[in-house]
C-alpha cells in the first residue's frame, strides 16, 4: 500500500515536471519597463573608504585571533611602520571600491613582516560597513593569498 501511494507521488511530480519545463519552452522576452525598475538598480558605491590608518586595530586584532585559534600561536603584532596607498580602485570604476595599502608590521618575535592590505566598501559582515582584507608575508600559513602575499596586492 505504501509503494503504491509513493509511486503515484512519483508520477505525479514528473507530470509536474513535464509540465512546468514544456510551459518554460517559450520564446525569452526582454523586461518590461516595470520590471526593469523595480528591484533591479544594482549595487550604490560611493567610494568613501577609510583611509590606510583606520584599518590597522581591525589587523591587529584578527592577525592575533586567527594565530591563536587556528595556528596555537602566541604571535602578535605590536605596531606598524611605513604604512602608505598603493592603489585606490585600480580597476574598472563600476567595480567595488578599495583602497589597497602596505606597510610594515613589527611582531612579538621580534620580526619587521611586510603587511599588504584593502579596505572594501560594503566588505563587512554580511556588506554592512568597510571590511578588510589582508596578508601579512611569510605567515599566509593557508596559502590564501601566496606566494608571498602576491593575491593582496591591486
Known amino acids: 500500500m ?3 501511494t509513493f509511486l503515484k507521488s512519483l508520477r505525479f511530480a514528473a507530470l509536474l515536471g513535464l509540465l512546468f519545463g514544456a510551459l518554460s519552452l517559450g520564446e525569452a522576452r526582454a523586461a518590461n519597463p516595470l520590471e526593469l525598475n523595480f ?6 558605491y560611493d567610494g568613501n573608504v577609510s583611509e590606510c590608518d583606520r584599518a590597522l586595530p581591525t589587523i591587529a586584532s584578527q592577525f592575533w585571533e586567527k594565530e591563536s585559534s587556528f595556528w ?11 604604512v602608505h596607498e598603493t592603489a ?12 589597497f595599502c602596505t606597510g610594515e608590521a613589527m611582531l612579538t618575535d621580534g620580526k619587521l613582516r611586510k603587511v599588504h592590505f584593502s579596505i572594501v566598501e560594503d566588505g563587512g559582515f554580511a556588506g554592512y560597513g568597510q571590511g578588510v582584507e589582508w596578508c601579512v608575508v611569510g605567515l599566509d600559513r593557508n596559502w590564501a593569498y601566496n606566494p608571498s602575499c602576491r593575491a593582496a596586492k591591486p
Do not use: C, Y
Not at 72 to 82: E, M, Q, R, V, Y
Not at 89 to 99: E, G, V
Open 39 to 44: 528591484w533591479l538598480s544594482g549595487p550604490r
Open 72 to 82: 596555537n600561536s602566541s604571535l602578535k603584532i605590536t605596531g606598524f611602520t611605513a
Open 88 to 99: 585606490f580602485r585600480p580597476w574598472a570604476s563600476d567595480n567595488i571600491p578599495r583602497r
Open 2 to 4: 505504501r509503494a503504491s
